[in-house]
DNA sequence: AAGACGGGGTT
DNA sequence: AACCCAGTCTT
């Protein structure tokens, strides 16, 4: 594209968002805490699913003091349906780290923001564009899908070469004015008219800069994600109910994943488990599997589960009422005994 | 580079 | 079931 072009399709660009945007609740204000927090909740989320989580949250924690003063259960409650908890983990604890370092206020600063957890490229730029009109790209599903057709590009923008072509195009394309507008601009374009299957490109206002239209690509351009290679993992999960508790299993927890546990509202004996229980040792046997477990003390009991493969699990005594505050969402009656999530591929008991 | 995130919604 | 979604982090 010549530099012509590049404010043409600038101007164009910008008319067209003037025009057709639409209005989202996060478009109402410059306050980079409340762009923040959007961004955060639009990670791999639609728009649709986070209108009212976002208004919710704004509501119970309406700057960076109330949610940094928050307990992280009531972040989390308030996250519950939205998925990818982690991201409220971070969006809590990067919330305290401000009021720590910086007293409370979010600077025009990429090195600041660079350091939060939860804070990668993408929302660096998101935040600082929209609130400070700071010039810096931002890369995401819409505007990966724009700049690949708008420049004709054959690369894979998801990975290797294609990762760093596509932000360097993203930053190429950028204004010096309006940059948070533009940036808006490239997503609104990509959700609204340059869609991933059949694009409006009679609608679009940037047709004819458009390399990809030019040439009929759009439907080759980006090309397909690469399919994920499918692996079946072998799981298999416990529950034994006694004296009015439930036992849960999960997965080996490390930092990341930290304690994800699994509800399952039947006896052993329902779903064809063996179980014996003696003074110190309860051993339980489901088809291949067998459970030992140990019991170390009243409240808390942790089992070892013996597998054909090398991976174990664990568990923990939980109250009712420590089961219904704990903010996940687990579907009544369903377990996964094998379970694999790039297969999805599972069989319940 | 690959996979988890035990996500959620649409087609 | 496949595919998509305003990504980030760990390994």
Not at 189 to 200: F, I, Q
């Amino acid at each position: 594209m010549t530099p012509e072009s590049h404010r043409a399709f600038r101007r164009k660009l910008l008319a067209w968002f003037d025009r057709a945007k639409r209005d989202l609740p996060w478009r109402t204000s410059r306050d980079p805490y409340r762009i923040w927090v959007s961004e955060v909740m639009l990670q791999q989320t639609t728009v649709a699913a986070v209108i009212p989580f976002y208004e919710r949250f704004l509501v119970s924690f309406p700057n960076v003091h109330a949610l940094a003063a928050a307990d992280e259960q009531a972040v989390l409650n308030l996250w519950q349906g939205l998925g990818y908890y982690r991201r409220a983990r971070h969006l809590h604890a990067a919330a305290k780290q401000l009021i720590h370092e910086q007293a409370g206020e979010l600077p025009n600063d990429p090195s600041v923001w660079a350091a939060l957890p939860g804070v990668g490229r993408y929302i660096l730029g998101a935040v600082l564009s929209q609130a400070f009109d700071r010039r810096l790209p931002i890369v995401e599903a819409n505007t990966l899908r724009v700049l690949s057709r708008l420049f004709g590009s054959r690369l894979d923008p998801r990975e290797g070469a294609g990762k760093v072509w596509v932000w360097e195009a993203a930053e190429t394309v950028l204004p010096h004015k309006r940059v948070g507008d533009f940036n808006q601009a490239m997503m609104e374009l990509g959700a609204l008219v340059c869609t991933p299957v059949a694009p409006n490109c009679e609608l679009c206002p940037v047709r004819r800069e458009c390399v990809a239209n030019q040439f009929g690509l759009q439907a080759e351009i980006p090309p397909p994600a690469k399919k994920k290679v499918l692996t079946t993992a072998q799981e298999t999960a416990l529950l034994i109910q006694r004296e009015g508790r439930v036992l849960l299993c999960q997965r080996p927890p490390t930092a990341e994943r930290g304690a994800m546990l699994w509800e399952f509202p039947a006896t052993a004996e329902s779903v064809g488990m063996t179980v014996e229980l003696g003074p110190e040792l309860l051993t339980v046997q489901h088809g291949v599997t067998r459970f030992r477990i140990v019991l170390e003390a009243s409240e808390a009991v942790w089992l070892r589960g013996e597998f054909a493969s090398d991976f174990y699990t664990a568990g923990v005594w939980l109250t009712a009422e420590e089961l219904a505050s704990y903010p996940m969402s687990i579907p009544q009656g369903k377990l996964r005994a094998e379970w694999s999530k790039t297969s999805r591929q599972g069989r319940l008991w």
